[in-house]
């Protein structure tokens, strides 16, 4: 990938994370940013390449810190977020929510 | 290498490439449908569904070795935060998504390491995205340590002394000496990387522990942002595009949703960073005049029968007496007797905005009869009681008139102009901030002294009693 397109690609994403935010309303701060949380819970991904890659004892040491923290970042925000959303759905079940919002 | 190996390893390369597409396809429409209350349940699902395709896909990636090591981390972590994150209680959440965010941050810090051990950072770009990501994962693991201590009451006291900035502004240049030895790749050796992972992480630390704990929400956020970039960052020097578009998005996204809390809170983000609340110096000014007003539960009970309307004020004391049940059945109980009953929400109340409406949707209640504080201002005047659960800054009329009060300007709920102002408190100590509150003082206020489980409980039977 050259330079600048991921240049290109990092604006872009910057825009859509902006975009896909700006309108949310107040009530649901804590299950996003939980949600969010969970997203950057892919950084599991780098780290089992880094600790596939790796080598002396250092390298594999850290590689593995960094698997064990990414996987409880992954499975930890979806396990919080999954419960805080279950609730709104439970909360939707009673009835829809005349005008407001 | 012979061509058709050359040629599986290279369709097995589109394969994963195209997963990983796919997995930020299905992240982006995740978050999207996360931010209505609508559609959010099923935006954890999508983004759920992405997150399990990486995953699986990267076991396949070429020229990996590991691979016991690899499982083991995935299952004793997966199976720990399975464990945490179910247990944990609804007013903790806070600080578990600082924990699990502080995780987050770690990891991209130990993947820049790797790689700045290994010397795989090659020309100045890599170096510069490796030393940058691995600088501020290590400030966003160690900060959101301190923000979940903090939190969780591990860590009780406010360390601030004199020349803490200058101390922070030295550590940061510090390790800014260090990330541009190594990224002019002027001196690769391993005791630099060391240096600047050390220098970050005591720099997270010393960043955090002055915040007091009514703003960890905004930093919790800030940090949610930081691990972002920082993953974002990885994602470049590692070639991995879920790992750009993924990071850079909630790096973005949590810088916005960073401002919206700080502007809910009406602090700016510098103002929560660099100064504490409350950390004027000088005693808060106490001119409230008056006198507090004891009442008695059957009392409340029968002016809440009898009521047209009443407005429900909850905050944090609410929650932490576990009481949301017990109010909710209350109100259930009123509502079958003809009462309209709404809740008020202070952007606020709870630890972070939008908690206490968790902690509502846990009870039960439902959230068409929650309103936040712009709908539900202009209401007051027609409530007959406005019951106060817990709250105290966020009702504080001094934030409209007292131009020296630490919270003037914040906007807060017009509970005062209620016809009666009943206010359920355990003890007559002043709020978060240690101010007193003027409401407190009306003389349409009277005060109902209890822990606010309690105070519900025998508020249930005065009602039940009126018949």
Known sequence: MTGIV??????????????????????????????????????????????????????????FIGVLLAAINAMGGYVVTERMLEMFKSSRARGPRPGAH | ????????????????????????????????????????????????????????????????????????????????????????????????????????????????????????????????????????????????????????????????????????????????????????????????????????????????????????????????ALTGLAVGLDGFVMHNAAMIVAGTVVGSAGTLLTQLMAKAMNRSLANVLFSGFGDTGEAPSGTVTGSLKPIEASDVGVMLAFAQKAIVVPGYGMAVAQAQHKIWELCQLLIDRGVTVKFAIHPVAGRMPGHMNVLLAEAGVPYDLIADLDEINAEFETADVALIIGANDVVNPVARTDKSSPIY??????????????????????????????????????????DAQKAGAELIQAVKAVG
Not at chain 1, 32 to 49: C, D, E, Q, Y
Not at chain 2, 42 to 68: E, Q, R
Not at chain 2, 422 to 436: L, Q, Y
């Open chain 1, 6 to 63: 991921a240049l290109y690609i990092f604006m872009l994403a910057a825009f859509t994370g902006y975009e896909v935010i700006s309108r949310v309303p107040v009530i649901l701060h804590t299950p996003l940013m939980s949600g969010s949380n969970f997203v950057h819970g892919i950084v599991l991904v780098g780290a089992m390449v880094a600790l596939g890659n790796a080598h002396t004892p250092l390298e594999k040491t850290i590689g």
């Open chain 2, 1 to 224: 290498m012979s061509g058709a190996a050359l040629s599986t390893i290279l369709g097995r390369d589109a394969a994963i490439q195209a997963s990983y597409f796919v997995t930020a396809v299905l992240f982006i429409v995740g978050l999207k449908r996360m931010s209505s209350p609508v559609t959010a349940r099923s935006g954890i699902l999508w983004a759920g569904a992405g997150m399990l395709v990486a995953t699986l896909v990267t076991f396949a990636y070429p020229g990996m070795s590991n691979y016991p090591l690899i499982g083991a981390a995935i299952v004793l972590g997966a199976v720990f935060a399975w464990w945490s994150g179910k247990r944990v209680a609804m007013t903790n959440m806070p600080q578990m998504i600082a924990l699990y965010n502080g995780m987050g941050g770690g990891a991209a810090a130990a993947i820049a390491a790797v790689e700045l051990y290994r010397g795989g950072a090659e020309g100045y770009g890599a170096a510069t995205l490796a030393v940058t990501g691995g600088l501020i994962g290590a400030v966003s693991f160690s900060g959101s340590a301190i923000a979940f201590g903090k939190l969780q009451g591990l860590i009780k006291r406010s360390f601030r002394f004199r020349g803490q900035q200058a101390l922070n502004i030295l550590l940061l240049v510090a390790a800014l000496v260090c990330a541009a030895l190594l990224a002019g790749h002027f001196n690769d050796s391993p005791r630099v990387v060391t240096g600047l992972f050390v220098l970050a992480l005591i720099l997270g630390i010393s960043m955090t522990l002055p915040i007091g704990g009514a703003d960890m929400p905004v930093v919790i956020s800030l940090y949610n």
């Open chain 2, 409 to 450: 300007g914040m906007p807060i709920l017009n509970a005062d102009r209620a016809k009666n102002v009943i206010v359920i408190k355990r003890g007559t100590g002043a709020g978060f901030s240690g101010i007193e509150n003027a409401l407190f003082y009306l003389d349409n206020t009277r005060m109902l002294y209890g």
